[in-house]
């Protein structure tokens, strides 16, 4: 039962972590977009709810595809393709669940959501592996730890 618990506040953990860099990606945007801001629309949180989405599948997806191997083992090439492919889900969702209006250019904007979902995650889990590197350095030099201790799948 705990290391169920692990693995969920892990996958809990790495989406509040995925949430505020594309909160502020989305801001950025909305300031691009609409800088009078004319438009009703809380931008942190057009980032946010699929940033966590995207964190919390990339790291179940993560645990289980290379539940066997070690951080230190893992390219950031290989990270940065797991997230791809979560980013990759989580933009064909609201094309898979809405239904298009008439006047809406459905390719284009299919186009600019998967896209950018599909590279936000890829850089994110760049990013997500650069830090959990740079903890595990640290704990190594705290604890004495040998290099390649931690498990993905082990929810550390």
Known sequence: MKKWLRRIRAAVTMGLLWAVPWAVVAVLLGMVIDPDGSMDEMWWVIGA????????????????????????????????????????????????????????DVVRLATAVIGSFTLMSAASAAGSLALARRGQGRERLDAGVEAGDARLGDGE
């Open 49 to 104: 709810y699929p940033g966590f989405l995207g964190g919390v599948l990339f790291s179940i997806v993560l645990s289980i595809a290379e539940r066997r191997r070690n951080v230190s083992d893992l390219s950031v090439r290989r990270f940065g393709a797991w997230g791809a492919a979560a980013g990759l889900v989580i933009g064909v969702i609201p094309f898979l669940l809405g239904t298009p209006s008439a006047d809406t």
